[in-house]
């Protein structure tokens, strides 16, 4: 089975272009609905979170918009939401990953929008960037409900840039010259890999793939993210 770990910075379409894998037949497990999964009325991670945060849990559910407004820019109650929610994440990637292997899954997608800033990039055979021009990105971005010029610039500060990311990258994904391009990208991609198992390792097998593994990423400091 080839695991395509799918990532890209804030407002480079990875949602759109995870659609398309779907589209294809292809198996995608999302981590953020994952998360999301976690802090719905029953979910693993309410108990935990209504403990370190009491204020953000509500009819049995957590208020997702409360608690990020609650660790927006505060660094240690990020960490400490992490240190609740990420292993549970953790856990349901690995039984995506079992469950696929079970059923005999040859490609599945794993989703991670921070995947090379951590270390879920370890569990793939390949990682593709999606990857737009920054005014692209922006104009994305800043038009959703909420969003400022200086939140965006936080969440950026957490994001590797999108230009190491494309060097890590073992394949780069369009996303800023249509839909219909990007879907030619994902299919020869798909095609690739379901015609010959070993174009996976090949395209792995370049200097990104050395790179990703060997060296570690720092966000910036003094962020207030």
């Known amino acids: 089975m080839i695991v395509i770990g799918l990532t890209g910075s804030i407002g480079m379409g990875k949602s759109t272009t995870a659609t398309m894998f779907r589209r294809l037949g292809v198996p995608l497990h999302d981590s953020d ?3 999301h999964a976690t802090m719905r009325r029953g979910g693993e991670a309410v108990a935990a ?8 849990v509500r009819d049995g559910a957590v208020d997702r918009a409360a608690l990020g407004a609650r660790v927006f820019g505060d660094a240690a109650a990020l960490r400490r939401l ?4 990420h292993p549970m994440v953790g856990a349901r990637t690995r039984r995506f990953l ?4 079970r059923h005999r899954r040859s490609i599945v997608v794993l989703d991670v929008p921070l995947l090379l800033e951590g270390n879920s990039h370890r569990l793939c055979d390949l990682v593709a960037v999606v990857s ?4 692209i990105q922006r104009q994305r971005v800043l038009a959703r409900p909420g969003m400022t010029d200086g939140r965006l610039a936080s969440i950026l500060a957490k994001q590797m840039p999108d230009a190491e990311k494309r060097r890590r990258a ?7 010259l249509g839909r219909a391009f ?3 990208s994902v299919k020869r991609l798909v095609a690739g890999l379901r015609r010959d198992p070993a174009y996976g390792k ?3 097998c370049g200097k990104s793939c050395s790179i990703r593994r060997r060296r570690a990423w720092t966000p910036r400091q003094g962020t207030g993210s």
């Open 132 to 135: 737009a021009p920054g005014f």
């Open 33 to 35: 609905a994952a998360v």
């Open 202 to 204: 090949r395209i792995a």
């Open 82 to 85: 992490e240190s609740i929610v």
């Open 98 to 101: 079992s469950l696929s292997r």
């Open 170 to 176: 073992d394949r780069v994904i369009p996303t800023g």
């Open 49 to 56: 979170i209504a403990s370190a945060f009491p204020d953000v």
């Open 182 to 184: 990007t879907m030619r």
